[in-house]
């Protein structure tokens, strides 16, 4: 698998910015077929940092109704991701602008 098709995006919600803050774990979505030995790599060499874990799990996706039409949103892969101590990734740490 290719390092660029592993990493689909950063996620962002408030309690995985006090994550980041406080425990150094960042969050993306990755590909679902990607390990967790994949999405270390693919963070070690895209962002030039030292990863330390990683977390993964399958977050399945919501039932939603509109009038009578039912439709289901995708599932998709998450991935927290540890990094070592003096690291952080300039992606989430950009301020508004």
Known sequence: M???DVIKGPLITEKLDKAREKFRQYSFIVDRKATKH????????????TVEGVRTNVVRGKVKRVGRSIGKRPNFKKAVVTLKQGDSIELF???AA
């Open 38 to 49: 994949d999405v270390a790599r693919a963070v070690e060499t895209l962002f030039k940092v």
């Open 2 to 4: 290719n390092l660029t």
């Open 93 to 95: 740490e950009g301020g």
